[in-house]
């Protein structure tokens, strides 16, 4: 639960100046930002808890470096989120993803999501939500995360340029391209669903 009295200035100046409870009133007021960012982006716990304490290290280590010109928790979000980065582009991705690959619900999913009647339309969310993790594990991890911050967290075009310390342009160009190779997916997909 955060507290609406909390100064993040006052503080990081705290910390500065060893105050523990200081620390440990920044990591309460943050925790729940930053468990929620690295939630959305890895899948498994122990990678969701090391990139947690990765996001924390990296703060505190540099915490003499945050300027006060934007919100702590803006700044603190950048740092979780290119721990996830970090994480991602040292796991295993996966490459290829087949129409063979998806399980009856995935391809259930897929089916629906392209039919005309309403009634298909309603699978399970579950479902879907499965199939997208599994399309986006064959992006590369900076593209994945950005269909994930703009399109399915519904992040503006410079809310997600910002995160990711991005330009404007560089942003757009990037969705383009992690559209397009979705798109590219789900048409071969089809393709090989129809085989």
């Avoid at 009634?119 to 993790?133: C, D, G, M, P, Q």
């Avoid at 340029?161 to 997916?185: D, I, N, P, Q």
Wanted: contains cysteine; negative net charge.
């Amino acid at each position: 639960m955060t507290d609406e009295t909390f100064d993040a200035a006052d503080c990081v100046a705290r910390i500065l100046a060893g105050d523990d409870g200081a620390f440990r009133r920044l990591l309460d007021q943050t925790y729940p930002l930053v468990a929620r960012i690295v939630g959305s982006h890895l899948s498994l716990a122990h990678d969701r808890a090391a990139c947690e304490q990765e996001t924390y290290l990296r703060a505190f280590q540099r915490l003499d470096q945050y300027r006060g010109d934007a919100p702590l928790e803006h700044w603190l979000a950048r740092i979780a989120v290119n721990c996830c980065l970090d994480a991602l582009r040292t796991g295993k991705r996966k490459h290829e993803l087949h129409y063979s690959d998806l399980g009856e619900r995935e391809s259930a999913a897929l089916n629906a999501a392209l039919a005309d009647d309403s009634a298909t339309r309603s699978i399970e969310a579950a479902a879907a939500a499965e199939l997208v993790t599994q399309v986006l594990e064959t992006l590369e991890p900076e593209e994945a995360m950005l269909v994930r911050l703009h399109d399915l967290e519904e992040q503006t075009l410079a809310e997600t340029a910002a995160t990711l310390g991005w330009s404007l342009s560089w942003t757009k160009t990037k969705l383009a391209r992690a559209r397009g190779r979705v798109r590219g997916l789900l048409e071969r997909l089809l393709g090989e669903r129809d085989r």
